[in-house]
């Protein structure tokens, strides 16, 4: 925060305080913020911003970093609804409140894929709309995303790659199209800058659809 000194204090798991030192070191995150914003309000336990419209669980397990006085707290997120955290609890009386400065990153095992999107059993899909409800940006670069698919109608699926301002859109498989009730797996490399979404060229249900992202050669 401009003009002022936060100092990074981790919480364990056991709600004991530490000043960041090589004996207590924080998780390893992405480089990244996968969100941020402005508390608007919150409790020992929870972090209320009404400005957001996530979706359910989606931050489950990530690193939730806030700051709250001059010190600037990481707990582990327990869950989520569109608009409120869960995390694990604060130390004492100490609790989130409105105008907290926050961020949220992905704890990284680099031997390990993190989850970015998962759609299961979404009836209704359109042709050619986006799958995703927000394009994804990558945590860490570069990096592959791995894409699991399945689709109760044989189309085409497509990957959007927006970098510096320009959208490009490349037909996976070929542009052979894919069979219906049949799970696909694809990866394709994404950089920094890049912005990613998915589409899909038959009107569908959308069986299931996964995007993780593999930092390693994994």
Not at 114 to 142: E, F, K, Q, W
Request: glycine letters at 8%; charged letters at 10%.
């Amino acid at each position: 925060m401009p003009g002022s000194t936060v100092i990074v204090k981790w919480v364990d798991e056991n709600g004991v305080p530490h000043i960041v030192d090589p004996t207590h070191p924080l998780p390893v995150t992405s480089e990244i913020s996968a969100d941020q914003g402005v508390a608007s309000g919150g409790s020992n336990t929870t972090l209320v911003d009404f400005t957001k419209g996530w979706e359910v669980n989606m931050w489950t397990d990530a690193i939730l970093q806030v700051v709250i006085g001059i010190i600037e707290y990481h707990r582990h997120i327990v869950s989520n609804t569109n608009d409120t955290l869960t995390i694990n609890a604060l130390p004492g009386v100490i609790a989130v409140v409105a105008g907290c400065e926050y961020s949220i990153k992905r704890e990284i095992n680099p031997l390990l894929p993190i989850s970015r999107a998962i759609v299961h059993n979404v009836a209704g899909y359109i042709a050619a709309a986006d799958i995703l409800g927000a394009d994804l940006a990558p945590l860490n670069t570069p990096c592959l995303f791995r894409v699991t698919a399945c689709f109760n109608a044989a189309g085409v699926l497509s990957v959007e790659t927006i970098a510096g301002g320009n959208s490009q859109v490349q037909q996976l498989y070929g542009g052979v199209a894919l069979n219906n009730n049949s799970l696909y797996m694809f990866e394709h490399l994404v950089h920094a800058g890049d912005t990613i979404n998915y589409r899909y060229s038959a009107n569908a249900t959308i069986m299931t659809f996964r995007v993780q992202e593999v930092i390693a050669a994994s």
